[in-house]
């Protein structure tokens, strides 16, 4: 079994800086992506950033160039670094990862970013 546990949430002024963890545990063989997506109240869940292993990485147009994405690979962790955050940032943050060719997802954490 593969838990991912995630931390690093909470509420923010905006113009501030937050950094999310996310650590994959478990009986772990590969890891071939990880990544954040985000859920705001009454919006669909979606991809905020990703990485694979190779060290490639994606981000949604609205956080470039604000937020940066890397992984620690012998630690099998993804963190998401956001700076410059706006009210509009504000969601529940999941962390994603392809483990052992399965897709798991964190339990989230909140995110707030007050105007």
């Known amino acids: 079994q593969v838990q991912l546990v995630e931390s690093g949430g909470g509420l923010v002024q905006a113009g501030g800086s937050l950094r999310l963890s996310c650590t994959a545990s478990g009986t772990i063989f590969s890891i071939n992506n990880m990544g954040w997506y985000r859920q705001a109240p009454g919006k669909q869940r979606e991809l905020v950033a990703a990485i694979t292993s190779g060290g490639s990485t994606d981000y949604a147009d609205s956080v470039k160039g604000r937020f940066t994405i890397t992984s620690y690979n012998a630690q099998n962790t993804v963190y998401l670094q956001m700076h410059s955050l706006k009210p509009e940032d504000t969601a529940v943050y999941y962390c994603?990862?392809?483990?052992?060719?399965?897709?798991?997802w964190g339990q989230g954490t909140q995110v707030t970013v007050s105007s």
């Open positions: 994603n990862a392809r483990v052992n060719f399965y897709n798991y």
